[in-house]
Structures are given as C-alpha cells and as structure tokens.
C-alpha cells in the first residue's frame, strides 16, 4: 500500500469544525496527515494526524529559504499558491511517504483508498485538479515540476513575489501538467459544495445529474460519507471520498465527536442522528433551509470580511477562475 502524507499549513484559531475534521482522518488510519499551526488548543489529535508548531513568521521564513527572490506572503490564505511547492518545502517531513497533497480542512473525509487505490496512484503522478484535495508522487522530478515555465502563463516567480492570489495550486499547476501532455487523475470522486445556496447543490458534476440536487442531506457513519437524495419518491445513496463545505456558515451541534456515532449534515448544520431518522420527510424538510435566515448567518460569519470592493474582487476571481477550469 502506498504511502500518503497530506501537508496543512494553518494559521490563526483553527474552524470550529475541526474535531469533525480529525474524526474523518481518524478513520482513515492508512493516511496520515501532518498541520504546521500557531493554534495551541488542545485537540484530541489521532496516531495520524502530527501537528508541528510554528509562528507565521516562521513559517514565511523557512519558505523564503527555498528561494533566492522575495516571495510575498501578506496574509495566511496567500500561502494557498505555494502548495505545489510543498514537496520541496516539507522535504524532510515527507522522506518517508510515497505521496504527498495538500487539502482543506472546511470538509469531511469518507473512505479515501475506496476512491485513491493503488492502480492510480501507480497510473498518475498527479491524483487531483481542486485546491481542496491533491496528491503528487513523491519524487524529485514530480517535486520539481511548478517551477515549469509555460509561454503566455504565470509561473511560480510571478506567482510566488506577488501578494494577490493566483489559485496556483489549481489552475496553475494543472497548467503546466496540460502543457506539458502529463495525464493526472480528473475524477469527481468528492462532494464540492456551493457556497451561498441555502440547500446544497454539487458543483463539477455533469448537469445529467442536476435532479439529484434538489432534495438532499449527508450522512457520515462508519468513516464513510454518503449523498441521501430524493428522486422518483425514494431515497437514494451514493458514495463520496469526502464532502467539501466550502466555507459554509453551517452550525456544529456537538461538543466531541465520537467514531461510533452517526452524524447528519444539512444546509446549514452538522449533528449526530439515528440513521433510521433519516426518512423520505426528514430530507424533503431538512434538504433546504430557510433563505432568510441563511443568508443572516452568511452576513454575519463575513461581516468583517465583506466590503463592496472585496465583493466585486471575489466576484471577479470568481469568474476568472470558472473561466480557467472551462466552466460556463
């Protein structure tokens, strides 16, 4: 079985989903992940999830280290850009794993080798095209390969000596692979939220199975995270490797979280459940959430963030990078 290693730089007061988090990696004990943070809290950290404690200013340290220009890390997010470049950065944390990737830590894992086997991690040297969950081999070719340069793109210099954000850790490096005529691994084997819905709607997958959003909740049980969703007057099940929440103003109801327990997740909460619960009227009322009150709770979980200029800026960021990944 081949080695995994997912690398998380985080800085500042980790989510309140994060206990949720490191149950879902708990379950994946083959998988082991490794956060460089500053926040202290006691978490009741699994065998596989290492934390290594460092200051920001430690942490834009050791990165400028690597280079002879001055990279610009303005903020915490900015480091987002710098992904691809963690195979070289975290080289002595990795030596021991045969994959490395980096993901978020706004999502819930199910069972990542139903959907990461061996055959195509042997296939790709890249498994993964979003931000929220990518792999690379671990070797010093694939390691090396964002400092491509590509004609009529940005590269890892433009990138890495500019404060603004350049999502380089999904167009840009999937750039260079396509430039490059190097396959990688495009399966939609995860469950990728869209952020302002007050019901959930699944991006990235193929508009034949739009019907499939209208009604529906997820349930995590047993390490694994399965769609519920109503058609033709059933419910209906299917699998993912994880469920990204993307930022969601969504409300954890419990205070630990427990492996053995059942956890349902609607529109705006995550709580435990008797699965039996989970009827055809429990999805058709849970599966959307009052408008109202939603977009309250969007105002106040970005009520320091959000201005007209950051607004129109998100807006545009939002359609360039739609545009770069051909989405209409």
């Known amino acids: 079985m081949k080695k995994i290693c997912y690398i998380i730089p985080y800085f500042g007061k980790l989510p309140k989903g994060f206990e949720m988090w490191l149950l ?38 050791k990165i400028q280290s690597f280079y002879n220009f001055k990279i610009e890390i303005n903020r915490p997010w900015k ?16 030596k021991d794993y045969d ?20 055959e195509i991690l042997e296939k790709y040297d890249k498994i993964g ?56 691994y495009k399966g939609v084997n995860f469950a990728h939220l869209n952020c302002f819905t007050n019901s959930f709607f699944l991006s990235h997958l193929p508009d034949t199975e739009n019907y499939k959003n209208k009604r529906q909740v997820f349930i995590w049980k047993n390490g694994k995270m399965l769609r519920y969703y109503l058609y ?25 979280y427990d492996e053995s327990k059942t956890y349902v997740i609607y529109p705006d909460v995550v709580k435990e459940i008797d699965e039996s619960k989970v009827t055809y009227n429990f999805i058709k009322n849970k599966g959307k959430c009052s408008a109202i009150k939603f977009y309250i709770k969007i105002a106040y979980a970005y009520r320091k963030k959000l201005t007209l200029k950051k607004i129109i800026s998100k807006f545009k960021s939002k359609i360039a990078l739609q545009r770069a990944r051909g989405i209409k």
């Open 99 to 118: 994959f490395w990737g980096y993901c978020d830590i706004d999502l819930i894992f199910g069972d990542i080798r139903k959907f990461i086997t061996d």
């Open 129 to 184: 095209f979003q931000g929220h969950s990518t792999l690379y081999k671990n070797t010093e070719e694939v390691n090396k390969r964002y400092k491509t340069i590509i004609n009529e793109k940005v590269n890892y210099k433009n990138v890495f000596q500019d404060s603004e954000p350049y999502f380089f850790d999904e167009v840009g490096i999937c750039e260079i692979y396509d430039n490059l005529n190097i396959p990688y």
């Open 232 to 256: 033709d007057n059933k419910i209906l099940k299917e699998e993912f490797m994880y469920l990204h929440l993307f930022c969601r103003p969504i409300s954890f109801k419990e205070k630990k």
């Open 79 to 94: 480091l987002c850009d710098f992904r691809p470049a963690y195979g070289e950065i975290f080289k002595d944390d990795l």
């Open 24 to 61: 879902s990696c708990k379950k994946n004990e083959t998988v082991n992940w490794i956060i460089y943070t500053d926040d202290k809290t006691e978490f009741n950290y699994p065998q596989n999830v290492k934390v290594k404690y460092y200051s920001y200013e430690e942490m834009k340290n």
